[in-house]
């Protein structure tokens, strides 16, 4: 293996683990994602987690190329050796380095991580889900739930106040027999689908039926706490509608589609390699 193949092969890793190192905030709300957001609702009162990941995943790339730069001078070959028409080095063509490096295939593969990332976090929390619980709202305030994700029946009382994110709605649930003074669980549910997704029981009790996540975005909680409405430090939402099977399919997909995407560009490299070598194996003509 030549030593650019090798070099090719370290970036891809690095930048592959920058990927997952980003997903892995904006999934948990946590380390540089959970800043930045909170940055921005402190100024703005409002953030953009596609912007606030897209600034993670640029600045540590960002900082990665400016650690080779500054140790790029370990790489240059040495004065008294022959430079001229050596390409891919201090003297050859301009811009030698770059073309080579994005005619690997590894470079051409890297942005293919982030489906790949998503499809597996799909595929996980499938399995992570399990069978379907039956549950109480309570069961959330007492401790009883742990789990970061699960598949659940859910029995509560709805709150009156809700909160409204474009056509989302998170609205409070509790159990009127174990009140607590901080919201443990909200139900998720896009506003045209409430008849469908909200089974009333009697009164103001209701089940829902849905991917129950112990994770909340950062604007979603800073507005209910400027409505006055305090939210437990670990605070689950019903995502309605979501289920194990749907999670797995969507995963499956996304992967399956990446790996099409993936062969159908490996077998352009070769094609294009393939040509590159016949021209090069194409006889000399004598010119008079």
């Known amino acids: 293996m030549s030593a650019l193949q090798m070099k090719t092969k370290t970036d891809f890793a690095a930048a592959l683990a920058i990927l997952g190192a980003s997903f892995y905030w904006m999934f948990t709300y946590s380390g540089p994602y959970r800043y930045l957001a909170e940055l921005q609702l402190r100024a703005f009162h409002q953030y953009s987690p596609k912007l606030t990941m897209f600034a993670i995943v640029l600045g540590l790339l960002g900082i990665l190329a400016l650690a080779k730069l500054l140790l790029r001078g370990a790489e240059r070959p040495a004065p008294s050796l022959p430079q001229g028409n050596t390409p891919g080095i201090a003297g050859g063509k301009p811009g030698s380095n770059v073309s080579m490096a994005f005619a690997s295939p590894f470079w051409r593969l890297w942005f293919l991580a982030i489906p790949l990332v998503m499809g597996g976090y799909f595929l996980f929390n499938a399995a992570q889900a399990g069978e379907l619980k039956q549950l109480r709202a309570g069961d959330f305030d007492s401790g009883q739930v742990t789990a970061r994700v699960l598949y659940a029946d859910v029995r509560g009382q709805l709150s009156q106040a809700y909160l409204m994110k474009d056509t989302y709605m998170y609205i409070p649930m509790y159990d009127s027999a174990a009140p607590s003074r901080s919201v443990h669980l909200l ?102």
Do not use: S
């Not at 129950?212 to 006055?228: C, H, I, M, P, W």
């Not at 309605?240 to 077998?267: C, E, N, Q, S, Y």
């Open 187 to 288: 139900v998720g549910v896009d506003k045209a689908r409430v008849k469908t997704y909200l089974h009333q029981q009697g009164g103001d009790v209701f089940t829902v039926r849905g991917m129950v996540q112990r994770d909340l975005e950062g604007d979603v909680k800073v507005a209910f706490q400027k409505n006055g409405i305090a939210l437990a430090e670990q605070c689950w939402v019903v995502h309605t509608g979501r289920d194990p099977d749907t999670d797995k399919k969507a995963g499956l997909i996304i992967i399956g589609v990446t790996a099409a995407l993936a062969a159908a560009m490996a077998g352009w490299v070769a094609y294009q390699d393939k040509k590159k070598l016949a021209a090069k194996a194409l006889p000399l003509r004598a010119t008079t």
